[in-house]
């Protein structure tokens, strides 16, 4: 197990800042998209095979929204030097290990709260329960914006998509030939 420090991570103003630095946006995105992903896909196995709606009801999206930025959601934590830079490790950055000394405690958990906080306060509960069912999550929280130009695709650790939505292939007939078909899938909820 790694020895957890509160060790210097930066600039004596990034040490003292309550939020986290631009360069751990990123991760930072990552983790918050992780913690939702996580727990919208533990609710959703609790649902009956036999219900008829297999979708989470208001309330349990907006308590699971409201407890992603609790302290405890980043208390699994650290930062740890990779490759010869500071970098954030935990469950959404499964790649990430090795021994080494790790810090954390500290401001990092009001770091944690503040960007999940901000990143939240963007978007409507059901359009994260939304882009969690569609398997866009990571892409509306993160990759437009905080991953931008960071990460070419989405990280598996962070690619949820609920097992209880469902695509339909729709083909369209080409224009150039009529017995060639452009098939795709589509997302269709199921209410």
């Not at 790694?2 to 983790?31: L, M, N």
């Not at 219900?51 to 208390?75: N, P, T, Y």
């Not at 059901?126 to 990460?151: H, M, N, P, S, V």
């Not at 650790?157 to 729709?170: G, K, Q, T, Y």
Request: glycine letters at 8%; charged letters at 30%.
């Amino acid at each position: 197990k790694a020895v957890v420090s509160t060790q210097s991570t930066g600039t004596e103003e990034e040490e003292k800042a309550h939020w986290f630095p631009p360069r751990y946006y990123c991760d930072a995105c990552q983790i918050v998209t992780h913690n939702v992903g996580t727990a919208f896909q533990e609710a959703e196995e609790k649902i009956p095979k036999r219900k008829k709606r297999q979708v989470l009801g208001d309330i349990d999206v907006l308590e699971i929204v409201e407890d992603a930025c609790l302290k405890s959601g980043f208390d699994q934590y650290s930062v740890q030097e990779f490759d010869g830079k500071l970098q954030i490790k935990g469950p959404a950055f499964p790649s990430r290990t090795g021994a080494g000394m790790s810090m954390g405690g500290g401001l990092w958990p009001v770091r944690y709260i503040n960007y999940c906080g901000s990143t939240m306060e963007r978007f409507t509960e059901d359009e994260i329960y939304a882009y969690y069912r569609q398997g866009i999550l990571f892409t509306e929280l993160c990759l437009k914006d905080d991953c931008k130009g960071e990460l070419k695709g989405v990280p598996d650790a962070v690619n949820f998509r609920s097992p209880l939505a469902h695509d339909e292939e729709i083909c369209q007939q080409n224009d150039n030939n009529e017995n060639s078909q452009t098939c795709k899938k589509s997302f269709k909820e199921e209410l």
